[in-house]
């Protein structure tokens, strides 16, 4: 989001309704929530009350009411991971990646994970997807096919050389059978481990588990690629050893073996207008060793950690189309949607109608693709669950001390409760004034942190 460099940039109304909102009696309290929400850019709004007793004697110990708050409204962060839509959850939810993907290279005594788990074999895989047709690039020979050497940053990069050749369609069907083809990818993956064990399908398990912690990002292009973290622990996951014989080298072998068998590949029926089509992954195939340290290779513990956290909270802004749904196709000129995005999104909706059970049309905004952004197998590291109660522990513990219950045992009181929705987001005054608390807090936050790092090198 742009913001005006002083108020005089600001039209009238936005003007007065910050001056309005900073000359409000509750504006310390106004900004203690927003504060609390991490400067959240669309909060929502609950009214209500809360009443903590005592379970044995039924003394009230506090007592709250939204009757006395700004506007009479409790505002909490709206929680969304899209960078696009709230800059500060999104930050929250790429720093709760960040301490997920890491714990399982690094290991997180907090969490049970030993840092033995750096001893294990780890890579870092790329799958992309196949060619839809030539766009312009910038190749290494400097000069794109379209006899232009291209600047980064051109609107142009991705877009197709000729869009009357373009299989836009394949493209969308590509990005939405993605996830079938992971977990093909993954099931294959197994199997390529067993035969260069010399080991059955049930021997691997009692003797090896496969994790991984990935992360969906969009070329250019509008295609889908997967970024991952494959690990090869023991049975019992991050806390036992790998058996004798796993070693990176067969990890990187079984997992080109897997991206490139018949198998993990999806035939898509033929329909009107449509061939059949046979999906499968590129022929890009990156993998790489992580290190522990680093040896003067960008592929660290603490690079890839920070890779994944940073796609996990995008999308498929990227490529120029939208972060929401589109209702209708005259969105598209209305929102001015460049014309390689719009194709791809029209492609969506025109395909719909032949494959009603892959639901293109309603994640025709993701040009097709309906999954998750970023997954993990079970036993990789810790959880986003586990991770999100650990700050609302904490902040349950910081409200308790507040109110003067640092002392009582939470399983000794009762808490009584009623919420009501009462809206969400912020007037134009206060959108400005709760991006600036929210930048405040990140650049305390950075501050802290290389403040941290210094520490650590002295």
Not at 5 to 14: R, V
Not at 49 to 63: E, F, I, N, V
Not at 120 to 129: D, E, I, S, Y
Not at 304 to 325: C, I
């Amino acid at each position: 989001m742009t913001h005006p460099a002083t108020l005089a940039d600001l039209d009238p109304a936005t003007l007065g309704d910050l001056l309005k909102v900073a000359g409000a009696p509750g504006f310390d309290r106004w900004r203690d929530q927003v504060h609390r929400t991490g400067g959240c850019s669309d909060p929502i709004h609950l009214t209500g009350w809360s009443l903590t007793q005592d379970k044995t004697t039924g003394a009230t110990l506090h007592r709250y009411s939204t009757t006395d708050e700004p506007g009479a409204r409790l505002r909490i962060a709206c929680g969304n991971r899209r960078a696009s839509r709230c800059p500060s959850c999104a930050w929250t939810y790429a720093g709760d990646t960040f301490h997920l993907i890491r714990a399982g290279l690094a290991g997180d005594d907090r969490r049970d994970i030993p840092a033995t788990v750096r001893d294990h074999p780890r890579v870092f895989a790329t799958l992309t997807a196949p060619s839809f047709g030539p766009v312009h690039n910038r190749p290494d020979t400097g000069t794109c096919r379209c006899g232009t050497p291209h600047t980064p940053g051109e609107d142009v990069l991705g877009t197709a050389l000729d869009p009357t050749t373009y299989d836009y369609a394949g493209a969308v069907l590509f990005n939405n059978h993605a996830g079938q083809l992971w977990s093909r990818f993954t099931t294959r993956l197994r199997r390529e481990i067993a035969a260069r064990a010399g080991l059955t399908q049930r021997e691997l398990k009692e003797s090896c588990r496969v994790s991984f912690g990935k992360v969906a990002e969009f070329q250019k292009r509008g295609a889908i690629h997967f970024h991952a973290v494959i690990r090869l622990d023991g049975p019992a996951g991050p806390l036992s050893p790998p058996p004798h014989w796993a070693s990176t080298r067969l990890l990187t072998e079984a997992i080109r073996a897997a991206a490139r068998h018949p198998y993990t590949s999806l035939t898509v029926p033929a329909a009107a207008d449509q061939p059949a089509r046979a999906l499968r992954w590129g022929t890009q195939l990156d993998i790489r060793p992580i290190k522990a340290f680093g040896d003067g290779c960008d592929i660290t513990e603490q690079a890839v950690a920070s890779y994944v956290a940073k796609y996990a909270t995008k999308a498929a802004e990227n490529t120029g189309t939208l972060d929401r749904r589109i209702g209708n196709r005259e969105a598209l000129v209305l929102l001015d949607v460049p014309d390689h995005a719009a194709r791809l999104i029209t492609a969506c909706l025109d395909l719909d109608r032949l494959y009603p059970d892959r639901r293109l049309a309603a994640w025709a905004h993701m040009l097709g693709f309906r999954g998750h952004f970023s997954t993990k197998s079970r036993q990789y590291s810790t959880t986003l669950t586990a991770l999100r109660q650990a700050r609302a522990d904490y902040r349950a513990a910081q409200e308790r001390q507040a109110r003067g219950l640092a002392d009582t045992d939470p399983d000794s009181v009762l808490v009584l409760a009623s919420w009501q929705y009462a809206g969400h987001g912020h007037t134009p005054g206060e959108s400005l004034l709760a991006a600036s608390i929210a930048r405040d807090i990140q650049l305390n936050r950075e501050t802290a942190r290389e403040a941290l790092k210094g520490e650590q090198h002295e």
